[in-house]
């Protein structure tokens, strides 16, 4: 009997410090502040639905254009090869791209200064740049 009384007490206090972690790691995402001009779902699916968008990545400075379909399909030719993957917009105002076999990435957009970025958030709040919109056209003109 007290061995079960004691695996009792072992497993709620498991289940304590469980609950807790979680709730200190809900704390800490909802002290994540994004940055000015950070777009909502809605605003990223009027910028992106049936265009045609040219970017540079912020790293490695790869340019690529990219058209992202209504019917969620995204298109990419980028150094003369051509990509597929899908796209969609969260309720929480996150772009997701997964492009071919590779895992799916979400990142919000942030118009600074007239211009679109692509931004990892970062739980510290220090997000990270990936992606810098050049030109956004509307349908596919070039059939992509």
Not at 50 to 77: F, H, L, P
Not at 80 to 99: A, D, N, P, S
Not at 111 to 137: P, W
Request: some cysteine.
């Amino acid at each position: 009997m007290r061995f079960n009384v004691a695996i009792l007490c072992l497993i709620m206090a498991l289940l304590g410090i469980t609950g807790q972690a979680l709730a200190e790691e809900a704390e800490i995402k909802s002290k994540v502040t994004m940055p000015p001009g950070t777009l909502d779902s809605d605003e990223i699916s009027v910028l992106f639905n049936n265009k045609t968008v040219y970017s540079i990545t912020a790293v490695r400075g790869r340019e690529s254009v990219s058209y992202y379909d209504s019917n969620g399909e995204v298109r990419q030719m980028r150094n003369g090869v051509k990509r597929t993957g899908h796209w969609r917009v969260t309720e929480k105002g996150r772009i997701c791209l997964q492009m071919e076999d590779l895992p799916e990435k979400c990142r919000i957009i942030v118009k600074e200064k007239g211009i679109y970025k692509k931004y990892i958030v970062r739980k510290n709040g220090e997000h990270q740049h990936s992606v810098t919109y050049q030109a956004f056209r509307n349908g596919n003109p070039l059939g992509l």
